[in-house]
């Protein structure tokens, strides 16, 4: 969610004027996140839309993933609902500097993002992510996960030299070492189905302790719910205290008051924990050594999931 594509007021309004949202108050751009540029779109008749451009999604899977929030947002999920055209359509194009890229307008959830949340909050957060694997369990479509082996194999291959010369020669030990680590592994046979891939605290909406709303499932496809836990419980439980026992114990609380895991989910667990991290760590290293452009951008420190890594494996 950063801004890397800006728009006119006369781009939002030729926008607009293919829903039936009404007429335009102002807009503002959403500075966190990384992926897409994000705006607040105000009408006037008080109503709030974020407006989405793609940035580097394949125009060919963005139909996933309209259709993927449309369920979720009504099989029992607290997230956004794509908004429809006045030709029935879900995706705007939009004429930019860069060329044209696609969008899509989604209502805007109540609620704010926490940078830090309590064992209640959490206990609340794994209930929602249930929630989410629950909802999606009927949903028929199929997306390959996009960074999964292969990518890490060629991304760490690609950017060795570089994150040698940044980063010394014992991050590049651990990357590969980690990787050797998780060719042996073997996830076969994990309950899974769609997950969202990317619940981090800014893709979470809370009001007090409980959660108001799942947003941002541009990483979203098909995978174990496990690897969904270990993500998730990565970018919320762990902060590298000395309570962080105590926090994935509450997010895991919270998942099975709404889907129980089995025992070969528990037992894999580390192992996906080691996988997330890895696989954080890895694309962070990349955004970090070659930024895009863009107003409002955001690059990620590498550092935290090293740490996080590090962590896993003792």
């Known amino acids: 969610m950063s801004v890397y594509t800006?728009?006119?007021?006369?781009?939002f309004e030729h926008i607009l004027a293919d829903y039936n949202l009404g007429k335009l108050q102002s807009y503002t751009g959403i500075a966190a996140g990384i992926e897409n540029s994000n705006f607040f779109i105000d009408m006037q008749d008080g109503q709030r839309y974020v407006l989405t451009v793609f940035e580097r999604l394949n125009a060919q899977e963005l139909p996933y993933f309209m259709r993927l929030m449309k369920h979720l947002a009504t099989h029992g999920l607290q997230s956004p609902d794509v908004m429809v055209r006045k030709d029935g359509t879900l995706i705007f194009d939009v004429n930019t500097e860069g060329g044209i890229k696609q969008g899509c307008i989604v209502s805007c959830l109540s609620g704010e993002t926490l940078d830090f949340l309590n064992e209640t909050?959490?206990?609340?957060s794994g209930k929602a992510l249930a929630t989410l694997h629950v909802a999606g369990s009927n949903f028929t479509e199929h997306r390959d996960n996009p960074t999964g082996f292969s990518w890490l194999e060629d991304t760490i291959s690609e950017m060795q030299a570089d994150v040698v010369k940044t980063y010394g020669q014992d991050a590049v030990d651990l990357l590969d070492d980690e990787l050797a680590y998780q060719k042996k592994q073997r996830f076969d046979g994990l309950p899974q189905g769609v997950i969202h891939g990317d619940l981090f605290v800014d893709n979470i909406l809370f009001q007090g302790n409980q959660v108001s709303?799942?947003?941002d499932f541009y990483y979203a496809h098909d995978a174990a719910y496990a690897m969904d836990i270990a993500i998730a419980i990565n970018a919320q439980a762990i902060v590298l205290d000395d309570d962080d026992k105590?926090?994935?114990?509450?997010?895991?609380?919270?998942?099975?008051?709404?889907?129980a895991l089995t025992a070969n989910e528990k037992g894999a667990l580390n192992g996906l924990l080691r996988l997330g991290a890895l696989r954080f760590w890895v694309s962070r290293l990349f955004d970090a050594l070659y930024p895009r452009g863009g107003a409002m951008t955001q690059t990620k420190d590498p550092e935290e999931y090293r740490r996080k890594l590090l962590l896993h494996r003792i």
């Open 6 to 11: 800006e728009l006119t007021t006369q781009d």
């Open 213 to 215: 709303g799942v947003i």
């Open 121 to 124: 909050q959490l206990e609340s």
């Open 246 to 259: 105590q926090r994935m114990a509450a997010f895991l609380k919270g998942y099975e008051s709404k889907r």
